[in-house]
């Protein structure tokens, strides 16, 4: 059977949404399926080496053209070395002519606007992906056809293309699958009047796909609620397990302190970060020698966006910025740190419930013991629970203060024992082997009499 994945996002590009895809066509490949991937270009050198799966890497000109006079709109496509705070403030130094050019200073702040209204890759109209759905029409009106269309968003240009190949009769069965919600997302508002145009086209699309997935329990109602979906799967981000990851070398630094790591975006907006800070800097005025043996690491894609608090409560000695790393390893810092960070989301950030990021997951099953800062009764709080993998504080200096103490001390990090068997529910591997059922049964409707698909 012969499945095509329309993906923008795919390795190397660096991201929870470029995991989720590979791993979708490495078990895809295992099970037996011919996969194709369909996917945009890669500024940085990458060959897929996964059995049964090729990658169709198709460009458009103009969005080229386009990228190169705005590179801020270009999203990441490879990872960064690891580097200390003080690195990156030398950076962000040498940059402060730039930064008093009222050119450079419009520039930015067009970005920043763009990134909370979502534009430009991150999945809200008008989106630089729209430039790649002529080129990518042309290559899958040149196929054969597939017995299985996987669209993932975002950006919403995949499921445009994967409702076009089940219309041109390229398909037996589309599936849509969102990673995050479209005109309903947590984050991203969207620009008006794009906003009408999207709810329209998401309507459109989606009384027309033969499945439907998502990420969880929560996005997965929203999603049921507004279009009256019935046919609608959760297919958890999870995690790849430790024995598939590749050996590296830890990016953590060897000082001999306890190393508190936090990998992942960082959303200031959303998530009260200073808290943590003040947290720091009560630790080091109340116990100066506990404060002497913790060191805050963060790894990620915008952790310079750290670089105010830091040096507002002067905590320069206690972090270190460990910039953007590859997925495997970010999982390999995981495994070598003492303990991991995660910050949930302000009170009312987000209008409905059950989100549980990608970032849990793989903190649940790397080891090292969770330290959860936010509401006990969030539904990613929750699910800590059931791990046993880690205890939640209030994300108040007072109680934060406490916990860093508590683990420079070496108390227990944990509030139960760790429930091994509910958390290897969530390796991708099993997720995707749910799909693989779930797709399977779709197809059924599609057998002929004596059992063979139509393609």
């Keep these: 059977m012969r499945v095509l994945i329309i993906s923008w996002n795919y390795p190397p590009l660096a991201s929870v949404a470029s995991e989720r895809i590979w791993c979708f066509a490495r078990y895809l490949g295992e099970a037996g399926y011919g996969v194709d991937v ?32 705005l590179g801020f709109l270009r999203a990441p496509t490879g990872f960064q070395e690891p580097h200390s705070h003080h690195a990156v403030e030398g950076r962000n130094t040498a940059a402060g002519k730039k930064q008093s050019d009222l050119l450079w200073k419009t520039a930015r702040a067009l970005n920043r606007f763009r990134i909370r209204r979502g534009l430009g890759y991150l999945g809200r109209m008008p989106d630089m992906t729209d430039l790649w759905c002529r080129p990518a029409r042309r290559w899958i009106n040149a196929q054969p056809g597939w017995d299985i269309v996987i669209s993932s968003y975002a950006p919403y240009s995949c499921l445009r293309l994967g409702r076009y190949a089940q219309r041109t009769g390229k398909c037996l069965l589309w599936a849509a699958d969102f990673r995050d919600l479209w005109t309903r997302h947590h984050l991203y508002k969207g620009l008006f009047p794009f906003t009408l145009i999207e709810r329209t086209m998401e309507k459109n699309l989606l009384r027309h796909a033969d499945l439907v997935s998502t990420v969880s329990d929560g996005l997965a109602d929203v999603l049921r609620r507004d279009h009256d979906l019935p046919n609608i799967h959760v297919v958890c981000n999870g995690f790849r397990p430790l024995e598939e990851i590749a050996p590296l070398p830890s990016p953590l630094p060897q000082t001999g302190r306890k190393i508190l790591l936090y990998t992942g975006t960082l959303y200031p907006e959303h998530q009260d970060v200073e808290a943590l800070f003040v947290a720091l800097a009560q630790l ?36 270190t910025l460990l910039g953007l790393l590859s997925p495997d390893a970010a999982r390999t810092a995981q495994q070598h740190a003492q303990a991991l960070l995660y910050i949930g989301a302000r009170p009312g950030a ?71 068997s509910f958390i290897a529910g969530f390796s991708r591997r099993t997720q995707t082997q749910y799909l693989i059922l779930v797709l399977r049964a779709a197809m059924l409707k599609f057998a002929e009499p004596a059992g063979k698909c139509k393609i």
């Design 38 to 69: 369909l996917t945009g270009e890669s500024a940085v050198p990458y060959k897929e080496t996964l059995p049964g799966v090729t990658v169709h890497r198709v460009v458009s000109p103009v969005q080229q053209a386009i990228e190169s006079r």
């Design 284 to 319: 080091r005025k109340q116990h100066p020698v506990q404060a002497g043996q913790v060191l805050l690491a963060f790894a990620g894609g915008n952790v310079d966006v750290l670089l105010p608090l830091i040096e507002s409560h002067g905590c320069e000695d206690q972090v």
């Design 350 to 420: 987000c209008s409905y419930g059950g989100i549980v990021p990608c970032k849990l997951f793989e903190y649940a099953a790397s080891g090292p013991p969770v330290l959860f800062l936010g509401q006990s009764d969030a539904s990613d709080a929750q699910f800590l629970s059931q791990t046993g993998a880690g205890k939640i504080v209030d994300n108040t200096p007072a109680e934060i203060c406490r916990a860093l103490k508590s683990l420079a001390d070496g108390l227990p990090q944990r509030g139960g024992p760790r429930d091994e």
